[in-house]
């Protein structure tokens, strides 16, 4: 089974010369949603092993792709 990513966060979509022709995808809504929740944690001054964060973080990602389909 595949996850949800949420498709591109910020895709640039071939704008000529810009781009040279390409579409370019850059991370997934699912990496920036962690990434978001990662800095909120370390923001937080908990202490945790980094994994810890990362899983939460992810987690976190995961619930708010899933609130979107509601």
Same mark, same amino acid.
Request: net charge negative; charged share 15%; glycine share 8%.
């Given at each position: 089974m595949? @996850?949800?990513?949420?498709?591109?966060?910020?895709? &640039?979509?071939?704008?000529? /010369?810009?781009? &040279?022709? &390409?579409?370019?995808a850059?991370?997934? &809504?699912?990496?920036? /949603?962690?990434?978001?929740?990662m800095?909120g944690?370390l /923001?937080?001054g908990?202490?945790?092993? /980094?994994?810890v964060f990362a899983? @939460?973080?992810?987690?976190?990602?995961?619930?708010?792709? @899933?609130?979107r389909?509601?």
């Open positions: 595949t @996850k949800d990513t949420g498709g591109p966060a910020f895709p &640039l979509h071939n704008h000529g /010369a810009q781009t &040279l022709g &390409l579409h370019v850059g991370m997934t &809504l699912r990496d920036y /949603a962690a990434i978001e929740a800095q944690f /923001a937080s908990v202490n945790a092993p /980094a994994n899983t @939460k973080a992810y987690e976190m990602a995961d619930a708010m792709l @899933k609130a389909q509601t």
